[in-house]
C-alpha cells in the first residue's frame, strides 16, 4: 500500500509546470511544454512479473501518450495450483465488494463467514497468509481484542518472535498463526504443522499459493484427509485467480453464479 501510493504521488507530479520561470530561455522550449501538454509526449515504461490491478491502474488514469498504449502480458494457461503436490481440497470463496481496494468488504466476510469455522478445538493448525500488512494489522487487532488463541509473523518481527511463535504453532499452543506475504517474499521460512491453510486474500506472487500448499506435508501432523485450504478472492482479483487455477478456470470461477468452488489436487486430474 505504502509503495503503490509513492507511485501515485511521483506520477500525479510529472510534467507538472513550474511556478517560477528560472531564467529559462523559451526560445528553447517547445510549444507543447508551454501548452502543459508534456504529459501527452511522455513514454512511460511499466515491467512486472506480475498482473495486478493497481500496475493497470497506472497505465489507463495516469499515462494519456497521444500516441496510445501497448500492453502485452501472458496468460497462465494451468496456474500455480497445478504445482500442488499434497492431496488437498482448495476451496475457493468469492465476496461481494465494489473496489478492488474495499478491504471492509473483505474483512467482514472474513470474521463473518470464514473464522467461525475455525474457532472449534478441532481446526487446530490454522495458518491464515495475509498479501497485506495493513490487512495483517487489522486481523491481529481483531483477534487480540476477541481474545483468540493465536500468533503472528510479520516481516517486523523479530527472530526470537519468529522462532516463538512457529514452536507454538507446531506444538498447537497457539491454533492461529497469521503470516503475511512480506515475510514469506523475504525469508521463505517452512513453516510445519499445518493442517489448515486460509488465504485471506490470493498472493501477488502465484507460485506461493502453491508452495505454501505443499507445506502441509511438512509438519507430519495428522492425516492427508484432514487437510483444508481456503481461499478468498472477489471479481477484482481475476488477475490473481487466473495465476493461481489458470486462466480458463478463472473464467469459469467469475461467470459462474455460484460463490464457493471446489478444486482437488493430489490425483490424477485437478479437477473442478
Known sequence: MQNWEHVL???????????DSHGVDFSRVRMWNLNNWARHYRQ???FSSIQDPQINNILTKHCANYRGQILIKNMPKTGSISQVLVQLPHVFQMFPSDSFMDYDARFQFFIDKVLPQYK?????????YIPS??????LRNYMKKEDINFASICDY???SEVSRARHFFLKGEKQFLLFTERFYFYK?????GIQNLIFYGLPSF?????ELCNMLAAGGQGEEASWTCTALFSRFDAHKLAAVTGAQRAGQILRSNKTVHLFITGGEDNAP
Open 9 to 19: 504521488h511521483v506520477i500525479k507530479h510529472m510534467n507538472l509546470q513550474p511556478l
Open 44 to 46: 512511460t515504461l511499466v
Open 120 to 128: 472449534d478445538s478441532v481446526m487446530s493448525h490454522t495458518l491464515i
Open 133 to 138: 500488512y495493513f490487512d495483517y494489522v487489522r
Open 157 to 159: 518481527s523479530s527472530k
Open 188 to 192: 521463505r521460512y517452512t513453516i510445519k
Open 206 to 210: 502465484p507460485h506461493f499459493y502453491s
